[in-house]
Each structure stands twice: as C-alpha cells, then as structure tokens.
C-alpha cells in the first residue's frame, strides 16, 4: 500500500518503503518527544499474545500502549484456550470483539497470516520462526541515528540465517543497502527472501565472516540456537565454531557499529569486549524498540 494506511505488520516485505520510511520518521518524532504525547490510544487495549519467552517485546510494548494513553493485556499462548487447542481463527474473531489490535510472538508465520485473515483488527508480527519486523525495523532507527541515511552501507550479517537474518533481507530488499550474510552451510536465510533480496540490492552469501564484515559500516548478529531449536544448541555450537563478533573481526570493518538484538550469548556469537565495547549501539537498540513500536501502534491505530 503506497500512501494510505497498512493494515497489519507482518513482516517488512508486505509494507512498500513509503510506509516503512514514515514509520522510521514518526518513530524518531516519537523519540523526541514530538509525537504521541497527547493519550492518542487512550481507552484502547492491545492485546499481546505470546507463545515464546520475551523481555524487550513483551516489556516494550506494554510500556509503549501505556504511554500512548492506552492498556495492554498479556496473553500467554499456554493460559489461554489457544494452547488448549481452540483454534488460531476462532481465537482471532473471538479477540476482535474485545481488543483493538493484537501482537503475536509464536513459532509458525502462517499463524499470524491466519490470525490476521479471520480477524477484524490490526495484528503486529512480534517475532515467528520466519521474522522479526519489529526487531529489525528499531535496528534500521539504530542505523539512521548513527550514520543519518540507509543509503551507501554495508550491512555484514553473521551467523544464523534465521528469523532476524530474513527480516534484515526484507529490509535491504526496501532500502537497498548492501547485505552480506556469512552463515555456516546448512544454515543459510530463507531462500525466497535471499531471492527476492538479490533481485532488489547486492546481496552476497559468503561462508566466512571476515569477508563479510570487510569495509562493512554495521555489523550484527544473533544466537546460534532461537527459541524452540534448545534441542539443537549442542550441534549448532559445533557448526557455528569461528563465527563469533569479537574485536579482530571488527577492526576489519569501517570502524562499524555493532548490533545485537538480544537476548545475547556472550562468548558464543559475540566477546564482551564488542557487547561493551565503543561501537556497541545494542542498548540504544534495545530502546528503540520502544520507540519503533509506539509509532508502529500509532500508524495501525490512531484516528
Ligand atoms: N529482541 C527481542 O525481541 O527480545 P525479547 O525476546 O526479549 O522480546
Ligand atoms: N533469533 C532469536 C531472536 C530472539 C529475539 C529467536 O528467535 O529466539
């Protein structure tokens, strides 16, 4: 949709960039304290159902409804019906008799993609298997902040090609910037967002990090094992040995910035030397979910 207002957020591949760059500026109006003051959400509730664990998503949303002069409810996926095995559609329009809009963080993308068809309200993508829009967008807020443009960077990806490595595709996919991903074989991102990255912006898969972060201007990472891959953690060490961010590998880059967007392992996928290091920007990342989503709820929801 160009110009008029999204109805969901999914993931970043379904919003045009006219959509996502005016949410990145009404996020960062948000941050400076020149938008949503005013109880713009008041007497609306967010519902946040979650089928995985969350601090920053969980946290950062509800804060951010309160803020906006509304309330939010959480709905662990194991104490409603859902995990009792009432449907994801009879769920949705039973929700959309009581809430105003719902965040989802579960495991299967076509669960919010369901969510969202049988429902009659606005649904926000807060972390599958496959994405993590939210995520993503608060890191390209992150990027704009420190470098102020998209444009002309080199953005290294190392590790997993997972959720968070198919979102930033999606986001180079819209923006353009150069992407470099360097994950273990075997590991690689979600072939179609791969594809339809490569057709919009260079897009390189490389197997080793060095080539990756060299000349880079952002350098991010993730765990080795997400949510629901615990039983793997112990195989994924193994295949994820040298794909650790510590600082030989940064000073390769363009005196980069480091990403994360946590929770984080440290000593796997990333030193403490780079988590605490002067490049580090993952706490200002972390408060930028905050922001990123209070403009996100303003732009599904306000009059
Ligand atoms: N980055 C992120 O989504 O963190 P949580 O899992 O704590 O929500
Ligand atoms: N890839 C991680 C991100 C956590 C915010 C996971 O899915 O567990």
Redesign the pocket.
């Known amino acids: 949709m160009t110009g008029g207002r999204e109805a969901h957020f999914l993931s970043i591949a379904e919003w045009s960039r006219d959509s996502l760059e005016r949410l990145l500026d009404l996020a960062d109006a948000v941050k400076a304290g020149r938008s949503g003051a005013d109880r713009p959400l008041g007497g609306r509730t967010l519902g946040m159902v979650f089928a995985k ?6 946290v950062s949303f509800e804060v951010g409804m309160y803020q906006l002069g509304g309330h939010a409810l959480f709905l662990s996926s194991a104490d409603i019906q859902l995990g009792r095995g009432e449907t994801i559609s009879d769920t949705a329009r039973v929700l959309s008799r009581y809430l105003d809009a719902v965040m989802i963080r579960t495991f299967a993308q076509s669960d919010v993609v369901e969510f969202a068809e049988t429902g009659s309200l606005p649904v926000i993508n807060g ?1 599958t298997d496959r994405y ?1 829009p939210c ?1 993503v967008m608060s890191d390209l807020m992150t990027v704009r902040e420190e470098f102020g443009t998209l444009e002309n960077l080199i953005v290294a990806w190392i590790g997993d090609g997972n959720n968070m490595a198919n979102s930033w595709l999606n986001a180079a996919a819209r923006f353009g910037f150069e992407l470099r991903l360097a994950s273990p074989e075997g590991y690689d991102p979600n072939a179609d967002d791969l594809e339809r990255a490569s057709e919009a912006t260079t897009v390189t898969l490389l197997r080793e990090p060095l080539e990756a972060v060299r000349g880079a201007h952002v350098v991010t990472t993730d765990v080795w094992a997400s949510m629901g891959q615990e039983e793997e953690a112990e195989r994924r060490r193994r295949a994820f040995r040298g794909y650790c961010v510590d600082s030989d590998l940064m000073a390769v880059s363009d005196d980069a910035i480091f990403l994360h ?3 984080a392992h440290r000593g796997e996928e990333v030193t403490d030397e780079v988590m605490d290091g002067p490049r580090s920007r993952v706490w200002d990342e972390a408060e930028n979910r905050l922001h990123l989503q209070k403009a996100l709820l303003l732009a599904l929801m306000a009059d």
């Open positions: 664990s969350s601090t920053r998503t969980r972390l993590h995520q967007c946590l929770p």
